[in-house]
């Protein structure tokens, strides 16, 4: 079974809008991590948020946010008002237990329309 | 503060060669991690150095194999090259006393 599942392989969005991208994860471990990364076509993979398991709060960076569902195994990324550069590829990954492989997602291409 | 180092940026090798990829982490980081990540899919997770032990290894063949120096600098080792290892190699750089990870640019191995 995958460890992260991302469901849109792309998604079209209008400038200015708020964005969504899913992810839904599956581990065992009590103790886990969840990351978001944006990979623009350049190639860098840009760090853009993190939610530990045990972390009471959404985790937020900005115009970032994290939606943890712990319950439902979720941990959908929000972009708020979203902007041309935010086209890119995005990636949602996991690192379980106490180490720091981290598990990537397929990634979801999300083009934002002007 | 620079962010993490690749080197070379691109790089065109044939069949059967070996290959050397550095990397050079952020200041005051003192692990890195390897990552393969092939076209069209996630990176996948190659190795991990924390204090110049290795730390962790992913499921690729032995023709892999890296090392750290004391400075925290890494070097990712492939011998034997196959058609197979053209791919985007990616050094993240983990924050000390935190699970966050940090990407370098990358170094794009094409084996022809």
């Known amino acids: 079974a995958q460890k992260i599942t991302q469901t849109q392989p792309g998604m079209f969005v209008q400038e200015k809008e708020a964005v969504t991208l899913d992810c839904t994860y599956d581990t065992s471990d009590p103790s886990y991590g969840l990351f978001w990364y944006k990979q623009p076509s350049s190639g860098e993979m840009i760090f853009l948020i993190y939610?530990?398991?045990?972390?009471?709060q959404n985790a937020t960076e900005g115009r970032y946010s994290l939606n943890f569902q712990k319950a439902r195994k979720s941990a959908n990324l929000v972009i708020s008002a979203s902007q041309l550069g935010d086209s890119a590829m995005y990636f949602c990954?996991?690192?379980?237990?106490?180490?720091?492989?981290?598990?990537f997602g397929k990634g979801t291409r999300l083009h934002i329309l002007p | 503060d620079a962010g993490v180092t690749q080197s070379p940026t691109h790089l065109i090798k044939t069949r059967g060669q070996q290959v050397t990829l550095r990397c050079s982490p952020i200041?005051?980081?003192?692990?890195v991690s390897w990552y393969q990540q092939v076209l069209g899919q996630g990176p996948q997770f190659i190795f991990q150095y924390y204090e110049k032990e290795e730390r962790g290894r992913g499921n690729f063949p032995d023709r892999f194999s890296a090392r750290q120096f004391p400075n925290y600098s890494s070097e990712l080792n492939v011998n034997a090259l196959l058609l197979g290892d053209s791919a985007l190699y990616l050094c993240a750089s983990i924050k000390t006393g935190s699970y966050e990870q940090y990407f370098g640019p990358g170094t794009r191995l094409t084996v022809t």
């Open positions: 939610q530990g398991s045990y972390d009471q």
């Open positions: 200041s005051g980081h003192k692990s």
């Open positions: 990954a996991m690192r379980e237990g106490y180490g720091d492989k981290i598990i």
